[in-house]
């Protein structure tokens, strides 16, 4: 299994969204675009008060945008 092993919607969450830039969605959660970059790329798993803010910024559940990956 490679990167983290939670997996996210965070880009089918901003399309649906009315296309929300990784920009928009950073700023709504107090982070740096880059973190949103990395986080949409598997590069890491978010902190749970991140995970947290991302679901509210987009109005859903936590696990409606993240899931445990299964091998």
């Known amino acids: 299994m490679s ?3 939670i997996a996210n919607e965070i ?3 901003r399309f649906e969204r009315g296309e929300m830039t990784q920009e928009a ?3 709504a959660c107090g982070v740096t675009r880059q973190t949103i970059i990395a986080l949409e790329a ?3 798993s978010p902190s ?3 995970a947290f803010r991302i679901a ?4 859903v559940g936590i696990d409606e945008v993240f899931r445990w ?3």
Request: net charge positive; hydrophobic share 30%; charged share 30%.
């Open 3 to 5: 990167g983290t092993p």
């Open 11 to 13: 880009r089918r969450w």
């Open 25 to 27: 969605l950073a700023q």
């Open 42 to 44: 598997g590069k890491y």
């Open 48 to 50: 749970l008060e991140l």
């Open 56 to 59: 509210r910024a987009f109005g």
């Open 69 to 71: 990956k299964t091998e």
